[in-house]
Each structure stands twice: as C-alpha cells, then as structure tokens.
C-alpha cells in the first residue's frame, strides 16, 4: 500500500473518531442512567440485565465480526460497522418499553462489535510494526476522550432536548462519519487481502481457534475486559449512590476520570514505542508495561473509603490509566504475534471473550448491589483482575516473538 503522509494521517484521524462514536453510543445508557430509570421505573437488576444483554449482543456480533473485517477489508468494514451501529443507537430514541430497551441494546452491542476487530487492522495496515503501538495507544487515548465528552455533553443534549434525543443524535453523527470516510478511502487498497490460494483461505477461517496464541489473548480480555465494562457500565452509578452526584453533577467527576484513561493510553503507546525503537524485545517491552498498567488498578477499593468524591476520581482515573495502558499492550500483543490476515478474526474472538466477562461482571454487579453488598466485592475483583491476566500470559506465552511483517 502505498500512500502519502497526509492520506495515511487522515485516515488514520478517522479511524480514531471512529472509536470516539462507538464508545460515545454505547455510554449514553449509563450517563442518563439516573434520569432513564426514574423515567421508566427500571430497578439496579433491571439495568444490570440491561448492561448484560448488551455485553451477550457484542459477544455473539463479535463471533462474525472479525470473520466480517478479514473478509470486507479495513476500507468496507469500518464503514459497514459505524454504519450499522448509528442506525440501532437512533432506535433508542423511540423505544417505550423495556422488551424494545432490551432489542435495542441487543442491537447495539451486535453491531458495535464491528468497531474493535475493524479498528486493529486498520491500525494495523497504516503502520508499521514498531509504530502499532503508538497507533493503539492513540485509538484508545481518543476512546477515552469519547468517555470525557459523554458526560460532558449527553447530559446537557438531555436536558435541552430529552433523553431520547441524545441518541438519535449520535446516531446521526455516524451517519455523517460514514460518508466522511468513504471519501478519504476512495481509491486506497489497505492491503489486508488473505492468501491468494483458496486453500490457505479455507485453512486460516478455523484454525485460528487451535492456535495457542489465540486462547492467550482470549483470557486475558476476559479478565481486562471485566473490569473495563464494569466502569463504563457503573461508575455513574457509583458516584450517584456514594456522593449523591446526578445529572450535570456527574459531568466533570466521570470526564475526570476518563482523563485517566487518555493518559494511560498515551503513555503505554509513547514508552512502547520508544523502548522498541530502542532495541527492547516485543517481550519485554509487553510484560513491563503490562505489569505497571496491573498495579494502577490495584488501589481501585480505597475509593470506597474516601469522604469527598474528588480522591475517588483520582483513585478511578488510575485504575482507567491503568486498564488503557494494559490493553494497548494487549492489542499491540495481537498485532506482533498474529499474520495480518488474521488480525480481524483473533482480535474479534478476543473482544468475544471480553465482552463475556463484560456480560457476566454486568449482570452480577446488578445482583451485588440489589442485594445491598455494595461495591466492595466489585472493585475487590477489579483490584486483581489484571494481575491475574498477566499471570495467564506469561503461563501460556513465557516468550513474546515478534512476527515479521510479511502479510502472511
């Protein structure tokens, strides 16, 4: 592929404001969580349920998701997916009921599968290898500037508008993004094709699930991933039940915060990138910064204990910084080990996974907390998660070897 620097660039601020939009969708559930549920009468369990079958719909979409991008290609997928998820974030806008609360949730996450798988091979295609993880750092450094704006910005569209106008018009601005993107990939072949043989096309569509490396990453994104969804899903929660915030008030706390996960971002791809083109090994570069991003989190449980809200947002920002910079690791772990073609179908069956231990955490935190345990056994859980992750990469993959870029 070649390209200028200015087309690469371009598409490369695409495919980040691409992030911000899937992330922005899918919070403006949590944000409005307060006003929602007063609104419709829903209970802790009933948004809990809601959060599970959201995390069920990713997990299924991202199934066919990574088989989707391997086979549309960087260029077709990306447009497919943002798309396909704008339309079923507008559907929120007009659903009553919470069976219909439930389709559009189960909608959502189907269709925003698409973004992760999509946005690695993008990624993944633009840059080099040495460069991938300052690529990564930034995609996830701009998701998290989605996850400042939110607050910042869904409740004050609710408050002009309604809460239901807040997705339609999200969905509007993907909409917008699509034909946006379509013009600046016009004519660019991104050069993430399978193999020319039918034969290695058919052998590489399943045996990605007999591959070591595959159930590596699988696990460790269950265990990331929980914590992950955990925040996104219930920290508005936690500091509307523990400091009384609603509302506006929620606003600057949970932008805070998720500034915490910009940096981490940014951080993790900046000194990745630094200590490979210095000569550190894939190995050693993954590990350390994975093992510095594990302990960020661990003293996520002190924020139950403090008497103002503003150390807890600095307690969440570091367990987001820390989260952030574990999985920008972990996607630039998928880039170095996995043959590019099959970037889309390993990292989809890793957010699979992910979004499982999303499911799972998302469901009995709704549980926990409606039976009056409080956020303790939630965050207790959160401390360790990622410990737990690293330990199973280093029991499974104890070296690191860095695949060449040969696109096979």
């Known amino acids: ?12 601020a695409l495919a980040l404001t691409a992030g911000v939009l899937n992330l922005v969708d ?18 802790d369990n009933d948004y809990g349920t809601l959060a599970a079958w959201f995390q069920g719909g990713a997990a299924v979409g991202f199934l066919a998701a990574g088989w989707i991008v ?23 806008g007009w659903a009553t009921s919470f069976t219909q609360f439930v389709a559009c949730r189960i909608g959502l996450g189907a269709t925003e599968s698409m973004g992760t798988p999509s946005g690695v091979k993008t990624i ?23 996850a400042i704006l939110a607050p910042l910005a869904i409740p004050l569209v609710a408050a002009v508008w309604g809460w239901r106008a807040a997705f339609v018009a999200a969905g509007l601005l993907g909409l917008a993004w699509v034909l946006a993107w379509l013009a600046a990939s016009r004519g660019v072949d991104f050069g993430d094709a399978p193999p020319a043989l039918p034969g290695d096309v058919i052998s590489t569509d399943k045996a990605f699930l007999r591959e070591g490396r595959t ?9 990331s991933d929980a914590t992950w969804w955990l925040m996104l899903f ?41 200590m490979m ?33 503003w150390p807890a947002v600095a307690l969440l920002a570091l367990a987001l910084a820390g989260h952030q910079g574990f999985s920008t690791n972990l996607f630039g772990l998928i880039a170095d080990v996995t043959p590019r073609y099959k970037v889309g179908r390993v990292t989809g069956f890793g957010a699979f996974c992910g979004n499982l ?52």
């Not at 899918?26 to 209970?43: E, F, N, Y």
């Not at 993944?124 to 990564?136: D, K, T, W, Y």
């Not at 159930?215 to 265990?223: D, M, R, S």
Request: net charge positive.
């Open 70 to 92: 391997d086979r549309l290609g960087a260029k077709w997928a990306s447009a497919a997916g943002v798309a396909a998820w704008s339309v079923m974030a507008m559907t929120h």
């Open 124 to 146: 993944a295609a633009l840059f080099p290898p040495h460069r991938r993880s300052l690529g990564f750092g930034l995609s996830n450094a701009m998701n998290s500037l989605g």
């Open 26 to 43: 899918r919070q403006i559930i949590s944000v409005l969580k307060p006003t929602i549920a007063t609104d419709l009468g829903w209970s």
């Open 1 to 12: 592929m070649t390209l200028s620097p200015r087309r690469r660039w371009l598409l490369f």
């Open 357 to 408: 231990g999303g499911a799972a955490i998302s469901k009995i935190s709704g549980l926990v907390l409606a039976a009056g345990l409080g956020y303790g056994p939630l965050f207790g859980f959160a401390a360790v998660s990622y410990l737990l992750a690293l330990g199973w990469i280093q029991l499974t993959m104890p070296k690191i070897v860095l695949l060449e870029d040969t696109g096979v």
């Open 277 to 309: 083109g210095r000569g550190a090994s894939a190995d050693r570069t993954r590990k350390r910064l994975m093992l510095v991003s594990a302990l960020c989190v661990v003293p996520v449980p002190l924020a139950l204990h403090v008497t103002s809200y």
């Open 234 to 274: 219930w920290m508005p929660d936690y500091f509307h039940r523990q400091f009384g915030l609603s509302g506006t008030d929620l606003g600057p706390p949970l932008a805070l915060a998720y500034c915490g996960s910009a940096v981490g971002s940014l951080v993790a791809g900046f000194a990745a990138n630094r």
């Open 215 to 223: 159930w590596t990453i699988a696990l460790a994104k269950v265990l």
